[in-house]
């Protein structure tokens, strides 16, 4: 009896079902059932569920207390091999791949909708278009013959599974929520900002601060509007092309400091105020809607409640229920340990294995113990700052781990003259073309400083273009970003399966920081459980190096005292 069965919900209603076969193909006939819950809970034997996309089905399921083990989403595989045949951006619906396998006309993705407060909705609206069973295996058993195809079939099969996964965990994450206190929400906000003031204005706080930045100017000035200000200080004799805090920081005049101050209040007032209190926390949860992959490197992404942005003073709210505990693990010192893994430079994989800081080690090898020239060196390398000191410590670096830098070197050549670069296990780079409009949608200046949020989407600080050399520049970075987020999907997979036999839930989850909350007695098995899967990840990804993937991990009450 297989373990691996197709599922496609049917368009006049039920949901069709039936068992595959190593090939993809089906091993039986198809059987129908009336509804979703009944289809899956009557087939314990179940281990992988080959579906349209994890999100047309899972939420659905985990309302019911139904969860699956593995899946197939087709859609995510999609995606991936698009990407790796060079055609990224290409519809990847199960319809588009059905229609591209038939040389029929591709129907376009239906638009991804925006987030709204509280919604457990699938992800795209309007409905897509409806595959039966028959041809979405058809698509499978297709798909199957492309990953073999590859130069890496096992690498490819193996991204596809963790990706798959990191849909079943965002859909899990999503319905449990992390921990948050209202209460203490509202008193950190009376705390930072004072009273609130009847028909939605600014609240004290701010009030005050913007009469302290007007009475610096002498006229009033409205420090929300970075025209304004910008105009405030050339009448003062100040010329500044920005309010952003690195620019104005150093200049001279007594408007910097509650302007400063109230940048950084109306920010949280903005994003976390009482009215994200009110959009995004119920039931003692915030509850933001994570989707795995939502970057060209793979890294995550949340649709609505900014919760990959979330203050050190505002976490002050994310409190453990009674008698929990939040474990918060950050990965160590990741990019250069990835680095080290998939550029197998011994020097790098020796100082990578070590019990001590990695930075500090390298400090010992190239630059004579100056541990914070090291990790200039190192970041530099991986972020592609080649000018000034950038270039001297890139040039000492190199002598001491030759293969590590050349592996980043090699990966912005290819780049820069338009080839397909790929992380460890084959996540691609889009190429030329896509990559220009990855930097726009992550609202990347094209030929200005880049602020430090860009590297979320994989690019890096220095100066961005359409130029080759830019996209050098994130070629450079992506094969450590994304095979860093490869391993990252595989980490949590494994720790899934492990929090599967305990009470303990995954809760949040960012490129590099993992929280679990769980009873206080199991705290010390979560903390062992995260270290495992580390472990497990690392061998998966990148095969046995030496390499480690250490985490600094705190048992807390609450996640502000983490860090």
């Known amino acids: 009896m297989t373990d691996r069965w197709a599922l496609a919900v049917a368009e006049e209603g039920g949901v069709e079902v039936a068992p595959l076969g190593p090939d993809g193909l089906p091993a039986g006939p198809v059987q129908h059932e009336q509804d979703l819950v009944t289809a899956v809970r009557s087939r314990p034997q179940v281990s992988r569920w080959v579906w349209r996309a994890t999100a047309e089905v899972y939420p659905q399921l985990l309302a ?3 969860r699956v083990e593995r899946c197939y989403d087709i859609e995510v595989a999609e995606n991936l091999l698009l990407g790796h045949e060079g055609r990224h951006g290409e519809p990847r619906s199960a319809a588009a791949a059905l229609a591209r396998l038939r040389r029929a006309p591709v129907p376009a993705d239906p638009p991804q909708r925006a987030a709204e407060p509280g919604s457990q909705t699938p992800l795209f609206e309007p409905r897509p278009v409806h595959v039966p069973l028959a041809d979405l295996i058809e698509v499978y058993a297709e798909q199957l013959r492309r990953h073999d195809a590859t130069a890496h079939p096992d690498r490819m099969h193996l991204l596809t599974a963790a990706e798959s996964a990191g849909t079943l965990i965002a ?133 609505g409640g900014g ?57 010992d090898r190239a630059f004579s113990g100056d541990r914070a020239q090291a990790k200039l060196a190192v970041l530099g390398a991986v972020y592609g700052q080649t000018s000034g000191d950038g270039l001297k410590n890139l040039a000492a670096l190199r002598r001491r781990f030759p293969r590590a830098v050349a592996y980043v070197d090699d990966a912005a050549r290819a780049g820069e003259e338009g080839r397909l670069v790929r992380t460890w296990l084959g996540r691609t780079c889009p190429p030329a073309a896509g990559a220009s409009e990855a930097a726009e949608e992550a609202g990347i200046p094209q030929d200005e400083p880049m602020e430090a949020q860009a590297t979320d989407q994989g690019w890096t600080p220095g100066y961005a273009s359409a130029s080759s050399r830019a996209r050098g520049r994130f070629a450079r970075n992506f094969v450590v970003q994304g095979s860093a987020a490869d391993w990252a999907l595989l980490l949590l997979a494994a720790l899934r399966r492990t929090l599967s036999d305990m009470a303990a839930e995954l809760v949040f989850f960012q490129h590099d920081e993992v929280i679990v909350h769980c009873p206080q007695e199991e705290a010390e098995a979560v903390v062992a459980a995260i270290r495992e899967a580390s472990e497990l990840a690392g061998r998966l990804t990148f095969g046995q190096t030496p390499v480690r993937f250490p985490f600094t991990t705190a048992v807390v009450a609450c996640y502000a005292d983490a860090k």
């Open 64 to 66: 019911a207390g139904v």
């Open 171 to 303: 859909a899990e994450m999503n319905l449990a929520g992390l921990p948050w206190s209202s209460d203490v929400h509202r008193e950190v906000l009376h705390e930072l900002l004072g009273e609130r003031y009847a028909g939605g204005g600014e609240p004290r706080r701010l009030a005050e601060l913007a009469d302290e930045v007007s009475e610096a100017f002498g006229r009033r000035v409205r420090p929300d509007l970075p025209a304004d200000v910008v105009k405030a200080f050339a009448r003062a004799g100040v010329k500044v092309k920005s309010t952003r805090r690195w620019e104005i920081e150093t200049v001279d005049h007594p408007a910097v400091k509650p302007l400063l101050e109230y940048k950084r209040l109306y920010r949280i007032w903005v994003a976390h105020g009482w009215s994200w209190l009110q959009d995004w926390v119920r039931d003692g949860r915030f509850r933001p809607e994570f989707l795995s992959g939502g970057t060209v490197t793979g890294r995550w992404v949340t649709n």
């Open 307 to 363: 919760a990959l942005q979330i203050p050190k003073v505002v976490r002050r709210a994310c409190v453990a229920d009674p008698g929990w505990r939040l474990v918060v693990a950050d990965a160590d010192q990741m990019e250069p340990r990835v680095l080290a893994a998939i550029s197998r430079d011994p020097g790098l994989m020796e100082v990578a294995g070590r019990e001590s800081d990695l930075y500090q080690a390298v400090s």
